[in-house]
């Protein structure tokens, strides 16, 4: 089977849901996997002309690995290159709580502002089997927050689900604006 961007599996596929397996050898299948993952967010990228794909966990392509890439560059006009990280966890958040937009390829079009910390030290595995750790802050680490949720089953939107003016949804002009929770979010069966 030949791996594009349908092969993203969305809610309401209740294996978004559940936990991520521990990797403990990189295996050719392994690195199959990663390599399916880097095909299916390229494809996804060209053809979405407002978005760019910054990462994607293997769950999303319903496999139930430990297992994130993450965009080297967050510009859509620069060719898109991941790096794996392999078993990756949160070792301390630090700095404040700041909220801000979050979209996910594996939930359609809802977007919503979600509150993370703004910098965390991760430690991962690449391809090698080396451990490495990150220090990031910003964008980076809201990015690598939310992947590490999906290794463990879960959405941005279990982060803010009782929050009424937090969801929004993308317009065909690239503008997101905001859903009116109690028809679009609250009992969404999509969702929940």
């Known amino acids: ?14 294996h978004l849901r559940q936990r991520s397996k521990k990797v403990a050898a990189l295996n050719p299948e ?15 990228d060209n053809s979405r002309p407002h978005e760019v794909t910054v990462a994607l966990a293997a769950v999303q392509i319903d496999k139930l690995y430990q297992i994130v890439i993450v965009r080297d560059n967050f510009d859509h006009d620069q060719p898109a290159q991941y ?7 949160i070792t301390k958040y630090e700095g404040k709580i700041e909220t801000d937009y979050e979209g996910c390829l594996s939930i359609k079009y809802i977007y919503g502002m979600v509150p993370r910390h703004s910098k965390v030290r991760v430690k ?22 939310h992947e590490i949720d999906h290794l463990h089953g879960k959405l941005f939107i279990d982060r803010i689900k009782n929050k009424r003016k937090a969801f ?25």
């Open 83 to 89: 790096s794996a990280l392999i078993n990756p966890e």
């Open 30 to 44: 392994l690195k199959q996997v990663i390599a399916d993952m880097e095909t299916a967010v390229r494809d996804w």
């Open 1 to 14: 089977m030949s791996v594009s961007k349908d092969s993203i599996i969305t809610l309401p596929n209740d």
């Open 124 to 145: 991962a595995y690449d391809l090698d089997g080396k451990e490495f750790r990150i220090r990031a802050d910003g964008f980076l680490a809201r990015v690598l927050q």
């Open 168 to 192: 929004y949804t993308l317009t065909d002009k690239g503008e997101l604006e905001q859903l009116d929770y109690e028809k679009d979010v609250r009992n969404s069966s999509v969702l929940w």
